[in-house]
Nanobody, 123 residues
Framework: AQELAESGGDLVREGGSLRLSCAAS????????MAWFRQAPGKEREGVAT???????SYADSVKGRFTISRDDAKNTLFLQMDSLTPEDTAMYYC?????????????????WGQGTQVTVSS
Protein backbone atom coordinates (compact mmCIF):
# COMPACT_ATOMS: atom_id res chain seq x y z
CA ALA A 1 0.00 0.00 0.00
CA GLN A 2 1.14 3.52 -0.75
CA GLU A 3 2.33 5.43 2.28
CA LEU A 4 0.87 8.67 0.88
CA ALA A 5 -1.93 8.19 -1.63
CA GLU A 6 -3.23 11.24 -3.47
CA SER A 7 -6.59 11.44 -5.21
CA GLY A 8 -8.97 14.03 -6.61
CA GLY A 9 -7.03 15.25 -9.62
CA ASP A 10 -9.09 15.91 -12.71
CA LEU A 11 -9.61 18.03 -15.80
CA VAL A 12 -11.42 21.24 -14.87
CA ARG A 13 -12.23 24.48 -16.65
CA GLU A 14 -10.62 27.78 -15.73
CA GLY A 15 -12.34 29.30 -12.71
CA GLY A 16 -13.37 25.92 -11.39
CA SER A 17 -12.52 24.13 -8.16
CA LEU A 18 -11.03 20.82 -7.09
CA ARG A 19 -10.37 19.17 -3.76
CA LEU A 20 -7.35 16.93 -3.50
CA SER A 21 -7.04 14.30 -0.80
CA CYS A 22 -4.05 12.43 0.57
CA ALA A 23 -4.61 9.30 2.61
CA ALA A 24 -1.61 8.64 4.85
CA SER A 25 -0.96 5.07 5.90
CA UNK A 26 2.62 5.31 7.16
CA UNK A 27 2.39 8.77 8.71
CA UNK A 28 0.21 10.33 11.37
CA UNK A 29 -0.58 13.60 9.64
CA UNK A 30 -0.90 15.51 12.91
CA UNK A 31 2.66 14.52 13.89
CA UNK A 32 4.41 15.64 10.71
CA UNK A 33 4.83 18.74 8.67
CA MET A 34 2.49 17.96 5.79
CA ALA A 35 2.62 19.70 2.45
CA TRP A 36 1.43 19.84 -1.12
CA PHE A 37 3.88 20.32 -3.96
CA ARG A 38 3.32 20.48 -7.68
CA GLN A 39 5.37 19.95 -10.79
CA ALA A 40 4.47 21.13 -14.25
CA PRO A 41 6.14 19.66 -17.35
CA GLY A 42 9.62 21.08 -17.79
CA LYS A 43 9.58 22.82 -14.43
CA GLU A 44 10.99 22.07 -11.01
CA ARG A 45 8.80 20.78 -8.22
CA GLU A 46 7.51 23.70 -6.18
CA GLY A 47 5.92 23.96 -2.77
CA VAL A 48 2.27 24.98 -2.78
CA ALA A 49 1.17 24.80 0.87
CA THR A 50 2.25 23.44 4.23
CA UNK A 51 0.54 22.73 7.54
CA UNK A 52 2.43 22.30 10.78
CA UNK A 53 1.65 19.95 13.64
CA UNK A 54 0.01 22.92 15.37
CA UNK A 55 -2.16 23.57 12.33
CA UNK A 56 -0.40 26.68 11.10
CA UNK A 57 -0.54 27.03 7.34
CA SER A 58 1.71 28.62 4.76
CA TYR A 59 1.18 29.17 1.04
CA ALA A 60 3.12 30.01 -2.06
CA ASP A 61 2.34 33.52 -3.26
CA SER A 62 0.92 32.14 -6.50
CA VAL A 63 -1.89 30.30 -4.69
CA LYS A 64 -2.48 32.49 -1.65
CA GLY A 65 -6.16 33.32 -1.28
CA ARG A 66 -7.21 30.57 -3.73
CA PHE A 67 -5.94 27.34 -2.15
CA THR A 68 -6.56 26.01 1.35
CA ILE A 69 -4.62 23.20 3.01
CA SER A 70 -6.28 21.29 5.82
CA ARG A 71 -6.24 17.92 7.50
CA ASP A 72 -8.67 15.58 9.19
CA ASP A 73 -6.83 13.97 12.08
CA ALA A 74 -9.54 11.39 12.71
CA LYS A 75 -9.29 10.17 9.12
CA ASN A 76 -5.53 10.77 8.94
CA THR A 77 -6.04 12.59 5.67
CA LEU A 78 -4.61 15.76 4.16
CA PHE A 79 -6.61 17.99 1.82
CA LEU A 80 -6.01 20.77 -0.65
CA GLN A 81 -9.04 22.85 -1.66
CA MET A 82 -8.27 24.66 -4.89
CA ASP A 83 -10.55 27.45 -6.09
CA SER A 84 -10.38 29.94 -8.97
CA LEU A 85 -8.13 27.60 -10.90
CA THR A 86 -6.17 28.88 -13.88
CA PRO A 87 -4.25 27.03 -16.61
CA GLU A 88 -1.06 27.97 -14.75
CA ASP A 89 -2.17 25.59 -11.97
CA THR A 90 -1.90 22.63 -14.34
CA ALA A 91 0.59 20.18 -12.84
CA MET A 92 1.09 16.89 -11.06
CA TYR A 93 0.26 17.49 -7.41
CA TYR A 94 2.12 15.61 -4.70
CA CYS A 95 1.38 15.06 -1.04
CA UNK A 96 4.47 15.17 1.15
CA UNK A 97 5.51 14.52 4.73
CA UNK A 98 8.51 15.86 6.61
CA UNK A 99 9.69 15.23 10.14
CA UNK A 100 8.48 17.85 12.58
CA UNK A 101 12.01 17.93 13.97
CA UNK A 102 12.63 20.45 11.24
CA UNK A 103 10.56 23.55 10.52
CA UNK A 104 7.92 23.26 7.84
CA UNK A 105 9.08 24.70 4.56
CA UNK A 106 7.89 25.19 1.02
CA UNK A 107 11.38 24.21 -0.16
CA UNK A 108 11.81 20.77 -1.64
CA UNK A 109 13.92 19.41 1.21
CA UNK A 110 13.73 16.19 3.23
CA UNK A 111 10.18 15.31 2.24
CA UNK A 112 8.74 11.89 1.54
CA TRP A 113 6.38 11.81 -1.41
CA GLY A 114 3.28 10.21 -2.76
CA GLN A 115 2.95 9.29 -6.44
CA GLY A 116 0.92 12.32 -7.37
CA THR A 117 -2.42 13.19 -8.91
CA GLN A 118 -2.81 15.13 -12.16
CA VAL A 119 -4.63 18.44 -12.25
CA THR A 120 -5.33 19.94 -15.65
CA VAL A 121 -7.04 23.31 -16.05
CA SER A 122 -8.38 24.22 -19.47
CA SER A 123 -8.91 27.78 -20.65
Amino acid sequence: AQELAESGGDLVREGGSLRLSCAASAYTVSNYCMAWFRQAPGKEREGVATITTAGRTSYADSVKGRFTISRDDAKNTLFLQMDSLTPEDTAMYYCAARSAVWACTLRNELYSWGQGTQVTVSS
